[in-house]
């Protein structure tokens, strides 16, 4: 399904008959697939004619674009859109969106309707072509869209899309989820798997390289199952790859998240061969504990994990790894937890996201018996946060001295003098430049270690 730009126009034009100038803030809560989805409301507003406000307090339209994984960002949300009741009652200018997975969940919308009802867009994960026509029944004729309408089975192409400056971009290939792990609410509230086509993917590629991206992102709950629901093609993620690869301007190429279930000899080699794709390869854990991956309906064991992890050491020079750890999930025992620590000590992940377990309505583990207390839980993170540290630590202290091939993304977060940018594994890297430089790939050799980042010097 092709997106046709039609309210767009139709706001836009309502905006220049009344001589009003409209602003919009986006506030994104949750995954990079999120914050890609954030990029295309964005495109969407823009094509409006709305600009961008720095400021929540000076917009005329606020969108939330919500995340339902962790259990606080319900409290958070509702606290946001709060804030804004007031406000909102001042200014008839003023318009109020949520949108994204929290709004699939009939609680929230629920809530929404009966608590928050000044809110005049509410829209699912899979709504977004509606959006323009929503909020311009909400400006001309003070309608309000408080509904998730159900398209699972439709992609929509050639949504408007703003990037951010930069030489970075992400570019969503497939949607949904077919895994069902047993914490995850994620297949409930974007659906199955369903996989864009690689001539739309392609486009996108050459798209951003055209305006001087250098470096992409390619994004899916599950990249390495892209193409598993073509009925008629046998085409693959290695296959798409290998077509990306070609795209002249690209130079860096990550992908997010593959499953450990799902990760071929296909896969490894083509990341093994390759100039363009990363070598730091995110690899969801999310247990070291055989019975509690079982139990997540995880689909291996820790056996199978440490099997692939040394397989693509052998096989990919310089590989890194990271991960996502839950700990106290409900039934994890001491023992289980130390098989997590074994595995953390055994890969050294350069990166590991680690979080307590919190319960998700709507899961299988949230009927599960024997949940942990929150102290125990605590307590383990502790111990997980202090080994993790330990192993980046020795892990830094090997770079030192190497030669890296880093893209110079801007100047450091926080040292305006200094500049950033990352190795091929993923390590964040700061050293003298020029503003000139930014865009462009130079050889960085490390000289210190500073735990978090590392020093560097052009050479």
Same mark, same amino acid.
């Given at each position: 399904?092709?997106?046709?730009?039609?309210? $767009?126009?139709?706001?836009?034009?309502l905006l220049?008959?009344?001589?009003?100038?409209?602003? *919009?803030?986006?506030e994104?809560m949750?995954c990079a697939?999120? %914050?890609?989805? #954030?990029? !295309?409301?964005?495109?969407i507003?823009?094509?409006?004619g709305?600009t961008?406000?720095?400021?929540? %307090?000076?917009?005329?339209?606020?969108l +939330?674009?919500?995340?339902?994984?962790?259990?606080?960002?319900?409290?958070k949300?509702?606290g946001r859109?709060?804030y804004?009741?007031?406000?909102?009652?001042?200014?008839?200018?003023?318009?109020?969106?949520?949108?994204?997975?929290?709004?699939e969940?009939g609680?929230?919308l629920?809530k929404?309707?009966?608590?928050?009802? *000044?809110?005049?867009?509410?829209l699912?994960?899979? #709504?977004m072509q +509606?959006?323009?026509?929503?909020?311009?029944?909400?400006?001309? =004729?003070?309608?309000?869209?408080?509904?998730? /309408?159900?398209?699972?089975?439709?992609?929509?192409?050639?949504?408007?899309?703003? *990037?951010?400056?930069?030489?970075k971009?992400?570019?969503?290939?497939?949607y949904?989820?077919?895994?069902?792990?047993s914490?995850?609410?994620?297949? *409930?509230v974007?659906?199955?798997?369903?996989?864009r086509?690689?001539?739309?993917?392609?486009?996108?590629v050459k798209?951003?390289?055209? !305006?001087?991206y250098?470096e992409?992102?390619l994004?899916? /709950?599950?990249?390495?199952?892209?193409?598993?629901?073509?009925?008629?093609?046998?085409?693959?993620?290695?296959?798409?790859?290998?077509?990306?690869e070609?795209?002249?301007?690209?130079?860096?190429?990550?992908?997010? #998240?593959?499953?450990?279930?799902? +990760?071929?000899?296909?896969?490894i080699?083509?990341?093994?061969?390759?100039d363009?794709i990363?070598k730091q390869?995110?690899?969801?854990?999310?247990?070291?504990?055989?019975?509690?991956l079982?139990?997540?309906?995880?689909k291996?064991t820790?056996?199978h994990?440490?099997t692939?992890?040394?397989?693509m050491?052998?096989?990919?020079?310089?590989?890194?790894?990271?991960?996502?750890?839950?700990?106290?999930f409900?039934? $994890?025992?001491?023992?289980? +937890?130390?098989?997590?620590?074994?595995?953390?000590?055994?890969?050294k992940?350069?990166?590991?996201?680690?979080?307590?377990?919190?319960?998700?309505?709507?899961?299988?583990?949230?009927?599960?018996e024997?949940?942990i207390?929150e #102290?125990?839980k605590?307590?383990?993170? /502790?111990?997980?946060?202090?080994?993790?540290? !330990?192993?980046?630590?020795?892990?830094?202290?090997k770079?030192?001295g190497?030669?890296?091939?880093?893209?110079?993304?801007?100047?450091s977060?926080? =040292?305006?003098?200094?500049?950033?940018g990352?190795?091929?594994d993923?390590?964040?890297?700061?050293?003298e430049?020029e503003?000139?430089?930014?865009?462009?790939?130079k050889?960085?050799e490390i000289?210190?270690?500073?735990?978090?980042?590392?020093?560097? !010097?052009?050479?």
């Amino acid at each position: 399904m092709r997106y046709k730009i039609d309210y $767009e126009k139709r706001i836009k034009e309502l905006l220049e008959q009344e001589n009003k100038q409209y602003t *919009y803030y986006i506030e994104t809560m949750g995954c990079a697939l999120n %914050e890609n989805d #954030s990029m !295309k409301y964005a495109g969407i507003l823009e094509k409006m004619g709305f600009t961008k406000a720095n400021e929540i %307090e000076k917009a005329n339209v606020v969108l +939330f674009n919500t995340c339902c994984i962790r259990e606080n960002a319900e409290d958070k949300l509702f606290g946001r859109v709060g804030y804004l009741k007031t406000r909102k009652k001042q200014n008839k200018d003023m318009y109020i969106a949520i949108v994204g997975c929290m709004t699939e969940q009939g609680h929230i919308l629920d809530k929404i309707r009966k608590s928050y009802s *000044y809110v005049d867009v509410v829209l699912g994960t899979k #709504s977004m072509q +509606f959006f323009a026509e929503k909020l311009y029944l909400a400006i001309k =004729n003070h309608k309000k869209t408080q509904e998730v /309408q159900d398209n699972e089975h439709e992609i929509v192409e050639d949504v408007p899309i703003r *990037y951010e400056e930069g030489y970075k971009a992400s570019i969503s290939i497939i949607y949904g989820c077919n895994n069902f792990c047993s914490y995850c609410i994620v297949p *409930y509230v974007r659906g199955r798997e369903r996989s864009r086509l690689p001539e739309d993917i392609l486009n996108d590629v050459k798209t951003v390289a055209s !305006k001087g991206y250098k470096e992409i992102t390619l994004l899916g /709950q599950n990249v390495n199952s892209y193409g598993n629901d073509f009925k008629d093609n046998k085409y693959t993620f290695v296959d798409l790859l290998t077509e990306i690869e070609k795209v002249e301007g690209i130079e860096v190429i990550r992908f997010i #998240s593959p499953h450990p279930k799902d +990760f071929t000899d296909a896969l490894i080699d083509k990341i093994a061969s390759s100039d363009k794709i990363a070598k730091q390869i995110h690899l969801p854990l999310q247990s070291g504990s055989t019975r509690i991956l079982e139990s997540m309906n995880r689909k291996y064991t820790k056996e199978h994990f440490l099997t692939l992890v040394e397989k693509m050491k052998e096989r990919i020079p310089n590989v890194s790894f990271s991960t996502d750890i839950i700990v106290g999930f409900p039934g $994890e025992t001491e023992e289980d +937890f130390l098989d997590t620590m074994d595995v953390v000590e055994k890969v050294k992940f350069s990166l590991v996201y680690m979080f307590c377990y919190s319960i998700r309505k709507g899961t299988r583990a949230e009927r599960m018996e024997n949940q942990i207390e929150e #102290s125990v839980k605590v307590e383990r993170l /502790q111990r997980l946060k202090a080994l993790f540290e !330990k192993l980046v630590l020795e892990d830094n202290e090997k770079k030192i001295g190497t030669v890296h091939k880093i893209l110079v993304e801007g100047l450091s977060k926080n =040292n305006d003098k200094m500049y950033t940018g990352r190795t091929i594994d993923n390590k964040i890297v700061v050293f003298e430049a020029e503003e000139k430089d930014i865009g462009t790939v130079k050889n960085v050799e490390i000289v210190e270690n500073n735990k978090w980042y590392l020093t560097g !010097k052009i050479v």
